[in-house]
């Protein structure tokens, strides 16, 4: 097994280049700037990135931001987000905002999100792939003649077609008019909507106001079912002992109940898990009758 090894100062000089890498993302022409020509598009760039951000994602008939573009997220045109114009100098007036594709000979005018079907590109009603259809706006099918733009009746994950979502792009005005997070200004190079880990799973899994939202009260007050997770059911188990359980063990068991400070899911389920195995043990035992004591004959 080979082993990579750095020199000292090896691991800064790492950390430097992915530094420089999410700042100025592709503007270099694949020629690495000089320190005056790095300072240089800092200076120029890095207010106007953080005063005109755009958040862009791909937004469900309900609201609900089903998929958050990043800096490697595909594009219709098969290109990723980072390839795209996303620094604008000024914010235009007219929506929705395009942002077009930068690599030379792409006809893609406008960043286009489209999902994947496991791995695979989904299909159009034509039976062909996306990425067989053209960049160019009419979205045309390469293959075949029949079909008069890309249309695909393939389900998201919120049960709403994809036909249906629409690829959004706005400010963060806009966004924090609806109510939605934004994160912290960075100045990386298309960001997108990606505001922290959280942002990289799908809308229905996301508990903020960009996703499915946080629970009810109602839903997490609701009574624990045969359908929940087994640390639950088993947490539910420990907490409706028998009458005759509780009354031996009083006090005791309402405050172990109760989750300690420096306990993780894991441990505080685990603690709670094995005080119910010795409490139906200690019950088990006490349920037998004593045995009668052997006694000599006289």
């Not at 309900?62 to 290109?79: A, R």
């Not at 393939?154 to 109510?179: N, S």
């Not at 629970?215 to 188990?237: G, H, R, Y």
């Amino acid at each position: 097994m080979e082993r990579l090894t750095l020199p000292p100062l090896g691991a800064a000089a790492v950390d430097e280049y992915l530094e420089y890498r999410r700042i100025v993302g592709e503007d270099d022409g694949g020629k690495l700037f000089t320190p005056e020509e790095y300072e240089e598009y800092k200076r120029k760039v890095l207010p106007l990135r953080l005063q005109n951000r755009l958040f862009v994602s791909w937004r469900s008939p309900t609201g609900m931001d089903c998929k958050l573009v990043g800096p490697e997220t595909l594009c219709f045109c098969t290109h990723r987000y980072k390839q795209h114009k996303t620094d604008l100098e000024t914010i235009p007036q007219q929506r929705p905002i395009d942002l077009p594709c930068r690599v030379t000979g792409c006809q893609c005018r406008a960043y286009l999100y489209v999902p994947l079907n496991g791995s695979q590109p989904i299909r159009c009603r034509c039976k062909h792939f996306a990425d067989q259809h053209s960049a160019a706006p009419g979205f045309t099918c390469n293959i075949c003649s029949k079909c008069s733009g890309f249309h695909s009746c393939f389900t998201c994950a919120c049960g709403q077609p994809a036909y249906a979502h629409d690829t959004v792009v706005e400010t963060k005005q806009e966004r924090l008019a609806q109510g939605k997070p934004v994160g912290q200004d960075v100045p990386y190079a298309a960001m997108g909507g990606l505001t922290g880990f959280s942002s990289l799973a799908e809308g229905y899994m996301r508990l903020d106001d960009s996703g499915i939202g946080a629970p009810s009260v109602e839903f997490l007050e609701s009574p624990i079912t045969a359908v929940d997770n087994p640390f639950l059911k088993a947490f539910q188990a420990s907490s409706s002992s028998s009458p005759e359980t509780l009354t031996d063990v009083g006090t005791s068991s309402q405050v172990s109940s109760l989750r300690r400070p420096e306990e993780d899911d894991m441990a505080f389920f685990e603690r709670r898990y094995q005080e119910r195995m010795k409490m139906e043990k200690a019950a088990k035992w006490k349920g037998k009758a004593p045995l009668p004591s052997a006694t000599k004959p006289s």
